[in-house]
Nanobody, 116 residues
Framework: VQLVESGGGLVQSGGSLRLSCAAS????????MGWYRQAPGKQRERVAF???????DYEDSVKGRFTISRDNAKNTVYLQMNTLKPEDAAVYYC???????????WGQGTQVTVSS
């Protein structure tokens, strides 16, 4: 199983980035998918989650700015991040959780840096 994130980088405050996570080795359509982030010295926190039925949930600080989506045909989940703030800077991780419980997997992470 592999979850490969891409799309991170350096962006100015107020800018946008789109993260992608390509999954392989799983039946993507039966996995809920999420994005987590971890800043230095802080705990990893869930940013957004999308269920197998495409219901979404967001951490309060990103509501209205971030959008999670999935493309089951491409085995890929996305995180569109708009109006980025310095406090959004972190390593962003892709997460897959089998619906109904069981297996879960993490990607290796992608760095997002936001300059003020």
């Amino acid at each position: 199983v592999q979850l490969v994130e891409s799309g991170g980088g350096l962006v100015q405050s107020g800018g946008s980035l789109r993260l992608s996570c390509a999954a392989s080795g799983i039946i993507f359509s039966i996995y809920g998918m999420g994005w987590y982030r971890q800043a230095p010295g802080k705990q990893r926190e869930r940013v957004a989650f999308i269920t197998i039925g495409s219901s979404t949930d967001y951490e309060d600080s990103v509501k209205g700015r971030f959008t999670i989506s999935r493309d089951n045909a491409k085995n890929t989940v996305y995180l569109q991040m708009n109006t980025l703030k310095p406090e959004d800077a972190a390593v962003y991780y892709c997460y897959a959780a089998r619906a109904g419980g069981g297996s879960n997997y993490w990607g290796q992470g992608t760095q997002v840096t936001v300059s003020s």
